[in-house]
C-alpha cells in the first residue's frame, strides 16, 4: 500500500474521534454552555444529517478538483471547525461548527476513498478501504476514551482542541504524499457518474451497507446498559467491553480488506450468515458473562469484516462513478448508524427489554440477506442479468 494511503487513514482517525467522542463529553458541555443534556445530544444527531446529506453533495461540488486539493481543503476545513469549536461559549456556534466538521468529513471520506482505490490498483481497492476504515476503528479503540480522558482532566474544550491537533500532521503529510495530480478534463461529470449510479447491483449493496451498519450500530450504542443491567457487569466493565468491541472491529476491517479483493462472495455469503447467529446467540446469552464479552468482540470483528467489503463492492461495482460512488458509500453508512439506534431505542421504549437491540441488529442483517437472496434468486432467473444482480462478485476490472 503506498504510504499515502496510511496518511489518509490518519485523518480518517480524527476524523472518527470527533464523531463518537461527543458521548463522553454530554455532561459537561452542557454544564458549561447552560443548555440541556438533550439540547446537547442534538449535536451528534447534526453530525449524522450533515454526513449522510453531506457525503454525495460535497462530492458533487469537488468532482472537478484536484484530488489533493479537495483532500486539503475538506481536512483544513475540518480542522478550524475544530478549533471555533474549542473557542466559542456559544452553543448555537458550537452546533454550526458540528455540521460544518459533519460536511468536511464526509467530503474527506468521499474523496479519500476514491483517491485510495485509484492509488491502490485496481485489484486492491479492498485493502485500500480497510486501511481507510482502520482510522474509524482505531478512534473507537483509542481516540474517543483519550478524548474523554482530555475532558476529565482539562474541559470538554481539550477534546476539541486535540482532534485539531491530530488533524495538523496529516495537512502536512498529504501536502508531501498524496501526488499534485491536475484536475482531469476528460472525468466523468456528475450527470455521467449519477447515470452509473442507477445500476441495480450498486444500489442493493449501498442498501446492504445500511442494514448492516444499522445492526451493528443499534447494538454498539446500548452496549452500556447491556453490559450492566443485562449481563450484570459493573460500570468498570464497560470500557473493557467497548474497548473489545473496537479491537473486534480493527481485525474485521483488515480481515475484510484482504478477502474482499479476492473472496468477497464468501466474505459476504458465509460473514453475513455468521453474522446472523452471532446476533440471535449474543440476545439469548447476554446473561453469561463470558459469552458475553467473547461475543462483543466476534460481533464487532463480523460487523466490520462484512461492511468494509460492502464498501469495497460499492468501489468496484460504480468504477465509472469513483467519487460518487464513495460519497454514496458514506451516505448509506451513516443512514444505517442514524436508524438503527434509533430502532434500538423504539424496542426499548416499547418496553422489551435491554436485550431487544441485540434483535433488532439481528432483523436487520436477517433483512439484508433476504434482499441479497431475493435479488440473486432473480438475478438467475432472468439468465444474463445474473452477473449484473450479484452484490458479492467481484467486476470484471478487479479479476482481470
Known sequence: MPFAIYVLGLAVFAQGTSEFMLSGLVQDIAADLGVSIPAVGSLTSAFAVGMIVGAPLVAMLSLRWPRRRALLAFLVTFLLAHVVGALTSSFEILFVTRVIAALANAGFLAVGLATAASMAGPQAKGRATSV??????????????????????????????????????????????????????????VRHELRALRAPKLLLTLVLGALVNGGTFCSFTYLTPVVTNVTGLSTGWVPAALALFGIGSFVGVNLGGRLADSRPGQVLAVGGVALLAGWLLFALTAGNPVVALVLVFVQGTLSFGVGSTLIAQALYTASEAPTLSGGFATAALNVGAAAGPALGGVAIGADLGFRSPLVVSALLVATALVLAGVARAIGTAGGGVSKANRPVERPAEARS
Do not use: H, M, Q
Open 132 to 189: 481507510l476504515l482502520s482510522g474509524v476503528t482505531l478512534a473507537c479503540i483509542a481516540g474517543v476514551p483519550l478524548g474523554a480522558v482530555l475532558s476529565e482532566f482539562w474541559g470538554w474544550r481539550s477534546a476539541f482542541w486535540g482532534v485539531a491537533v491530530i488533524s495538523a500532521p496529516a495537512v502536512f503529510a498529504i501536502l508531501r504524499s498524496v501526488p499534485a495530480t491536475p484536475a482531469d478534463a476528460g472525468a466523468p461529470s
